[in-house]
């Protein structure tokens, strides 16, 4: 029996799953709890709680971190390199272990549960004479009359002002024809033109035919007026208003 081992016993009850003893200290932990113990000192931390495992490279101490900060620091060089290797792996399979049990709270050692604090005396008080009971009427509500309509729940509560005189509506006037544009100077000087040209057109037939009466070939004459009459009436009707 090593000399750690009633201070273990006193700081755990449950069963130690491992432990690690090395020339100046202890490591061990159940299945809640990590302790290390050397001659001065004893720390302990709850497994849930452990986030990180490392070694400090300035110190060579290897420093359990938690949520809120440090939880436990001891030295490294206390046991040996391979058997600290293996105990830490083991320590890491138990901490997530933990982690994923729901959490129990942790047994007092046991001094405390031995010696429970005394229970504070409380005085004891005599209770309040009994005080006469007020009696309270309700008033009923004024009943209605089944013939009496009552105001709708829509119906607003406050009056309306006296109406205020609307100016009269001015009646729609009425709209004016539109008035008749004026033909355009280009526009009036087509017509003339269109004119002039279909009495040109005729003139100049004329004047063919005039010219070539005598010949002994009658159908080019007669093809010439032909043309130069309809060219004419064409010119002379598109020269009309429509």
Same mark, same amino acid.
Do not use: C
């Given at each position: +029996?090593?000399?750690?081992?009633?201070?273990?016993?006193?700081?755990?009850?449950?069963?130690?799953?491992?432990?690690?003893?090395?020339?100046?200290?202890?490591?061990?932990?159940?299945?809640?709890?990590?302790?290390?113990?050397?001659?001065?000192?004893?720390?302990?931390?709850?497994?849930?709680?452990?986030?990180?495992?490392?070694?400090?490279?300035?110190?060579?101490?290897?420093?359990?971190?938690?949520?809120?900060?440090?939880?436990?620091?001891?030295?490294?060089?206390?046991?040996?390199?391979?058997?600290?290797?293996?105990?830490?792996?083991?320590?890491?399979?138990?901490?997530?272990?933990?982690?994923?049990?729901?959490?129990?709270?942790?047994?007092?050692?046991?001094?405390?549960?031995?010696?429970?604090?005394?229970?504070?005396?409380?005085?004891?008080?005599?209770?309040?004479?009994?005080?006469?009971?007020?009696?309270?009427?309700?008033?009923?509500?004024?009943?209605?009359?089944?013939?009496?309509?009552?105001?709708?729940?829509?119906?607003?509560?406050?009056?309306?002002?006296?109406?205020?005189?609307?100016?009269?509506?001015?009646?729609?006037?009425?709209?004016?024809?539109? +008035?008749?544009?004026?033909?355009?100077?280009?526009?009036?000087?087509?017509?003339?033109?269109?004119?002039?040209?279909?009495?040109?057109?005729?003139?100049?037939?004329?004047?063919?035919?005039?010219?070539?009466?005598?010949?002994?070939?009658?159908?080019?004459?007669?093809?010439?007026?032909?043309?130069?009459?309809?060219?004419?009436?064409?010119?002379?009707?598109?020269?009309?208003?429509?």
């Amino acid at each position: +029996m090593g000399k750690y081992d009633d201070r273990l016993a006193r700081l755990d009850q449950a069963e130690i799953v491992a432990r690690l003893e090395g020339a100046g200290g202890l490591l061990a932990f159940s299945s809640r709890e990590l302790h290390y113990l050397d001659d001065t000192s004893t720390q302990s931390a709850r497994l849930s709680e452990i986030k990180r495992i490392s070694t400090n490279k300035q110190t060579g101490n290897i420093e359990v971190m938690g949520s809120e900060g440090l939880l436990m620091s001891f030295p490294s060089f206390l046991f040996q390199k391979e058997e600290l290797r293996i105990f830490l792996e083991s320590l890491r399979n138990q901490v997530l272990k933990a982690k994923s049990e729901p959490a129990q709270p942790l047994e007092p050692p046991p001094s405390a549960r031995e010696a429970p604090p005394p229970a504070p005396s409380i005085p004891v008080q005599a209770p309040p004479p009994p005080q006469p009971q007020e009696q309270i009427h309700l008033a009923e509500p004024p009943k209605t009359l089944p013939d009496e309509p009552g105001d709708p729940p829509w119906a607003p509560t406050a009056r309306p002002g006296p109406a205020t005189a609307l100016s009269p509506t001015p009646p729609p006037q009425s709209e004016s024809p539109p +008035m008749p544009t004026k033909p355009s100077t280009t526009g009036r000087a087509i017509p003339i033109l269109l004119k002039l040209s279909a009495l040109l057109t005729a003139a100049v037939t004329a004047g063919y035919l005039v010219v070539h009466m005598g010949t002994t070939d009658i159908w080019i004459p007669l093809g010439v007026t032909a043309i130069g009459l309809a060219l004419s009436l064409i010119q002379w009707r598109l020269s009309e208003p429509l």
